[in-house]
Structures are given as C-alpha cells and as structure tokens.
C-alpha cells in the first residue's frame, strides 16, 4: 500500500472533524435553512459517487445480476443494523431497542453506524484496480463529510454541550470511518474476486444511508427546496469530476 492511498483511507474520516471546527468560532446559531443545504449537499456528492465509481464499475465488470443481489444486500445489512442497534437522532428521535445509555452515546452510534457504509465504499474503492475510482469516493466522501460533521456539532451545542466538546465528539464519530477503509481494502485485495460484489454492496449499503439517514434529516425543518436543489448541485459537481478526472 502506497502512501498516497493510505492518504485517501484516512483523510475523509479526519474531515468529519474538521466540518466541526466552525463551531469554536460561530457567534450565533447556524440558520437550520444553511445546514439543510449542506446535508443535501452531501447527500448529492454521495449519490453521484455511490453510482460512478460503485454501481457502475460492477456492472460493467459482473453484470446485472451480481450487481443487483450486491446493492440489496448492502441495504438490507444496514437496515438490519438499525433494526437491532439503540441509537437517536436529534429530530427523528430514538430508533432501534430501548436502551439505558445516555441520549449522546446513543447518537454518536447513529453517526458511526452512518459512517461506515462510507469507509467501506472508500476501501473498496481503493481496492478496485483502477485508482481513480477510489480517488473519486475519498474526495466525494471527505466533501460530505464536512457539512455532516457541522451538522453533528451543531445540535450538540444547541443541547448545552459546550463547543470544545461538540467538537471532540464530531472528531470520534468519524474516526470509525478510516478504520472500515481499511478494512474494505484489505478484505478486497486478499479476496480480488469478491470485488464486483464488494462495489456494489458498499453502494447499496450507502444509498440506504443517503434515503434513511441524510434526505429524511434535511427535510424535517421545513427547507425542502433548498435542500433538494443543493442535491442536485452536488450531484452535478461529482458527476463533472468523475468526468474530468476520468
């Protein structure tokens, strides 16, 4: 492994934590109308990579089939997670079993569960023999993580925590990230031949998150519209470098 992917297995995860750095500074509260942009933001940057350098490169590689059983597989397992984990949101509210822990460790487990669909798509990103596919996703994951990891510290702030810890908390929620990166690039280099499933998996796990997590929380506040246009927008901007950097 060259440094220049280690790089890219780590740096995303990093930017989590960086998003988060506003928080030390802002005076006053970001306008929910802003960071609902920013999550459909992210949310457009993840659909663009999640089908140009995931579902895309699996079929042309197995086809139809493998890409398909690979996508709803990839659902399903996070579905399943979700079902059987207790975690919170701070709109959507409590999900999975009832559990005793304290409303913040509940939440800094959604964002983990949230984030490692994302690891692994840049781990088997990575893993793909073509490295400008696993450029793509770290570049498209590390822009979606920065508004993500401003819209973690914000709510916590806003719950009375103060902005040093809010901050610290964004940093650990994406530190899970690199770690499934790994993961994801090892497990494809050892098993080459699982790697159209692999891709597809990774982009069926990260359209679960994109339809259950993201678009859902950015349309809670009543700013639909400027959360849908900034999908777009973002959409189009991986779509224009996938294309240029193709």
Same mark, same amino acid.
């Not at 073509?130 to 819209?151: C, F, R, T, V």
């Given at each position: 492994?060259?440094?220049?992917?280690?790089? #890219?297995?780590?740096?995303?995860?990093?930017?989590? #934590?960086?998003?988060?750095?506003?928080?030390? *500074?802002?005076?006053?509260?970001?306008?929910?109308?802003? @960071?609902? %942009?920013?999550?459909?933001?992210? %949310? $457009? @940057?993840?659909? %663009?990579?999640?089908? *140009?350098?995931? =579902?895309?490169?699996?079929?042309?590689?197995? $086809?139809?089939?493998?890409?398909?059983?690979? =996508?709803?597989? #990839? %659902?399903?397992?996070?579905?399943?997670?979700?079902?059987? &984990?207790?975690? &919170?949101?701070?709109?959507? +509210?409590?999900? $999975?079993?009832?559990?005793? /822990?304290?409303?913040?460790?509940?939440?800094?487990?959604?964002? &983990?569960?949230?984030?490692?669909?994302?690891?692994?798509?840049? #781990?088997? +990103?990575? +893993?793909?023999?073509?490295?400008?596919?696993?450029?793509?996703?770290?570049?498209?994951?590390?822009?979606?993580?920065?508004?993500?990891?401003?819209?973690?510290?914000?709510? /916590? @702030?806003?719950?009375?925590?103060?902005?040093?810890?809010?901050? /610290?908390?964004?940093?650990?929620?994406?530190? *899970?990230?690199?770690?499934?990166?790994?993961?994801?690039?090892?497990?494809?280099? @050892?098993?080459?031949?699982?790697?159209?499933?692999?891709?597809?998996?990774? +982009?069926?796990?990260?359209?679960?998150?994109?339809?259950?997590?993201?678009?859902?929380?950015?349309?809670?506040? $009543?700013?639909?519209?400027?959360?849908?246009?900034?999908?777009?927008?973002? *959409?189009?901007?991986?779509?224009? /470098?996938?294309? =240029? =950097?193709?």
């Amino acid at each position: 492994m060259n440094l220049s992917i280690l790089f #890219g297995l780590i740096i995303p995860g990093i930017l989590t #934590g960086v998003g988060a750095l506003p928080v030390l *500074f802002l005076k006053r509260d970001v306008p929910f109308k802003y @960071v609902d %942009a920013l999550l459909g933001f992210a %949310a $457009g @940057v993840m659909l %663009a990579a999640t089908f *140009f350098s995931l =579902l895309l490169p699996s079929l042309e590689s197995s $086809g139809v089939i493998i890409t398909t059983i690979g =996508l709803l597989t #990839g %659902a399903l397992f996070l579905s399943f997670l979700d079902k059987i &984990t207790p975690h &919170t949101h701070f709109i959507k +509210g409590e999900e $999975g079993p009832s559990s005793r /822990l304290k409303k913040i460790w509940l939440f800094i487990y959604a964002i &983990t569960l949230h984030n490692l669909p994302e690891g692994l798509a840049v #781990g088997v +990103g990575f +893993g793909f023999s073509d490295y400008k596919s696993g450029l793509i996703i770290a570049i498209a994951i590390g822009l979606q993580n920065i508004p993500e990891g401003l819209a973690v510290a914000l709510p /916590l @702030v806003g719950e009375g925590y103060s902005r040093g810890k809010a901050l /610290l908390i964004s940093f650990i929620t994406g530190i *899970f990230e690199p770690i499934m990166a790994l993961l994801g690039f090892l497990l494809v280099k @050892v098993l080459i031949k699982i790697l159209p499933f692999a891709l597809s998996f990774a +982009g069926g796990a990260m359209l679960y998150v994109i339809s259950d997590e993201i678009i859902p929380e950015s349309h809670k506040r $009543g700013y639909e519209k400027e959360a849908t246009f900034s999908i777009i927008i973002g *959409f189009i901007i991986m779509m224009i /470098l996938d294309f =240029l =950097l193709g």
